[in-house]
Nanobody, 122 residues
Framework: QVQLVESGGGSVQAGGSLRLSCKPS????????YAWFRQGPRKEREFVAL????????FYADSVKGRFTISRDNPANTVYLQMSSLNTEDTGVYFC???????????????WGQGTQVTVAS
């Protein structure tokens, strides 16, 4: 089981930026996929973005495409989510997840972090 630790959440004004980090407890597998999900107030948890560790191919939810960028740093063994042009709809708890399927379906992910809060003020 992979333990995931998120960091980088906080409060920001609308239009601002934040960068989230996700640190896995072990080196990625050949098939490792890392994803970010979020859960806003009174909302279901939803997919945000994912990245294939080997190769770096990424996929985004339509709601964040063009504003968020997911990336990974191999030497640092860390996954990032750079968020720009934030709006109040982006408020929520952001979770890092690890699995081996290239999918936005959260049921496919085996390992989850505790989450980090992002609050965007208008």
């Amino acid at each position: 089981q992979v333990q995931l630790v998120e960091s980088g959440g906080g409060s920001v004004q609308a239009g601002g930026s934040l960068r989230l980090s996700c640190k896995p407890s072990q080196r990625p597998y050949n098939r490792s996929i890392y994803a970010w999900f979020r859960q806003g107030p009174r909302k279901e948890r939803e997919f945000v973005a994912l990245i294939r560790w080997h190769g770096g191919s990424a996929f985004y939810a339509d709601s964040v495409k063009g504003r968020f960028t997911i990336s990974r740093d191999n030497p640092a063994n860390t996954v990032y989510l750079q968020m720009s042009s934030l709006n109040t709809e982006d408020t929520g708890v952001y979770f890092c997840a690890h699995g081996t399927q290239y999918t936005a379906n959260q049921a496919a992910y085996d390992d989850w972090g505790q989450g980090t809060q992002v609050t965007v003020a208008s």
